[in-house]
């Protein structure tokens, strides 16, 4: 498990070939474009964060915990992301430590997750409700749940947010646990330290996703998964790994 867990995490930096960090030519593409660039690198950026969302339709139900990681790779930028482009970058992701609790009463899942690399790093975190649950009498019932995330965004040339909405669906059968979802991104960009003319100009762009995976329990508590992924138009997929108690 130790090992996956560290293969998760290098596996977005590795994939992005020689460039350690994708977004280092952000300025350099951004002075000589301008602005009409920021939604096309911002859709881009939401669908790999928006991804890492959910990996089952299951709430942990009080009084459980979560925490794991997880991992999601864009296999090219989108048609109009010329930021990425042009600066050579092929595949591209995010990976992001996550924590979960269920709250007493209400019913709902409260999360925080977060990563920091090169100079880039997202923090955020989101509330999850169950709409179907199944029990020990009922497994043919598919697991529903819906939730919300707010993750703020910071780069050397950039900050801003990342909203999105989540419906998800899994059936809890025993080892193998097949879910699928769909979500709605909103992403939100603001240009910094690049020169007077572009500092402050901001970019939003809303888009869904759509989420089909399989997660596996092979020891009690602990999962691994695996998802394709459609990212406003683009093919991605989506690992990770974590204890659930």
Do not use: W
Not at 121 to 144: A, Q
Not at 219 to 229: D, E, I, R, T
């Amino acid at each position: 498990m130790k090992k996956l867990i560290l293969t998760l995490c290098i596996l977005p930096l590795l994939a992005t070939g020689a460039k350690a960090d994708p977004f280092e030519d952000f300025k350099l593409q951004i002075q000589a474009q301008g602005e009409a660039l920021l939604k096309p690198f911002a859709e881009d950026l939401g669908g790999i964060i928006g991804a890492n969302d959910f990996n089952s339709g299951r709430a942990i139900g009080f009084p459980g915990f979560e925490a794991g990681l997880a991992a999601t790779l864009q296999s090219k930028p989108g048609t109009n992301n010329r930021i990425l482009r042009d600066a050579d970058v092929k595949t591209f992701g995010a990976a992001m430590l996550h924590a979960g609790a269920a709250l007493p009463f209400i019913g709902a899942d409260v999360m925080a997750r977060g990563v920091g690399y090169s100079g880039f790093s997202i923090i955020g975190g989101g509330l999850r409700y169950p709409l179907l649950k199944s029990g020990t009498l009922t497994k043919f019932i598919p697991d529903v749940s819906v939730s919300a995330y707010y993750d703020v965004i910071n780069y050397d040339y950039f900050k801003g947010s990342h909203m999105s909405l989540d419906a998800a669906a899994s059936f809890d059968i025993p080892v193998i646990k097949p879910f699928v979802g769909v979500g709605i991104d909103r992403t939100k960009l603001e240009i910094k330290n690049v020169n007077a003319a572009l500092n402050g100009i901001s970019g939003t762009i809303s888009k869904p996703r759509y989420t089909l995976g399989i997660r596996l329990s092979p020891m009690p508590f602990l999962y691994v998964y695996g998802a394709y992924n459609i990212l406003h138009g683009q093919t991605g997929y989506s690992m990770g790994a974590g204890a659930k108690f």
